[in-house]
């Protein structure tokens, strides 16, 4: 066991980080997301703990403290609800299964994979509907839906109608594995504003 172990002073990745550093990344990232997150700076730790963990598993590929720390990172990525992070997480539930199934934690992850995983991410947002009502100016006062406004003022009026919240879409990419997808709120279409900012 100690010939496939990682010396405990031996730093990995980027951030040379010990398997204890990773570890304690991990958990403190699943503190942070709560319930769940898409909270970039969170994404980064956790990503740059990752670059450590792959160079751990490349280096000393049987290294039996390597379960824990999957199990960890996998717990952290779930909780981060974009899609590659969501992709990560089901690749370590299936790391453990199938390279520590002896050990406490690949018997876990067993567990959980034979109910299934759900991964949860959100969609990337769309451009909202053009308004039905055009901006049109005369001299300099600017008027929309019938509100005369400065032309000062004028680049507010673009907004675009309330539009139905859709469901989230499941599909289920591969055996054992579903994948929630959640919608976005419209953005509004840069091009169309300056458009109507144009008056073309």
Same mark, same amino acid.
């Given at each position: 066991m100690f010939e496939n172990s990682a010396p405990a002073d031996e730093y990995f990745g980027r951030m040379k980080m010990s398997f204890l550093g990773m570890n304690n990344t991990f958990r403190d990232a699943a503190i942070s997301s709560g319930d769940h997150t898409t909270d970039p700076r969170i994404a980064?730790?956790?990503? /740059? %703990?990752?670059?450590?963990?792959?160079?751990?598993a490349k280096k000393y590929p049987r290294d039996p403290q390597l379960a824990r720390t999957y199990f /960890? %990172?996998?717990i952290a990525q779930r909780k981060i609800w974009i899609q590659a992070n969501q992709q990560r997480a089901w690749t370590y539930l299936n790391q453990l299964e199938q390279r520590f199934a002896d050990t406490?934690?690949?018997?876990?992850?067993?567990k959980n994979l034979e109910i299934g995983f759900t991964e949860h991410y959100y969609a990337l947002p769309v451009a909202c509907a053009?308004?039905?009502?055009?901006?049109?100016?005369?001299g300099d006062v600017s008027t929309a839906y019938a509100t005369p406004v400065p032309a000062a003022t004028s680049t507010a009026l673009f907004t675009y109608p309330a539009m139905p919240s859709p469901d989230p879409s499941e599909t289920s990419p591969a055996p054992g594995l579903k994948a929630q997808i959640l919608p976005q709120a419209c953005v509004p279409s840069v091009t169309s504003v300056v458009q109507k900012a144009s008056g073309n």
């Open positions: 980064h730790k956790v990503a /740059l %703990a990752e670059d450590a963990l792959d160079a751990w /960890l %990172a996998s406490y934690f690949g018997s876990l992850v067993k053009m308004p039905a009502t055009t901006v049109t100016t005369t």
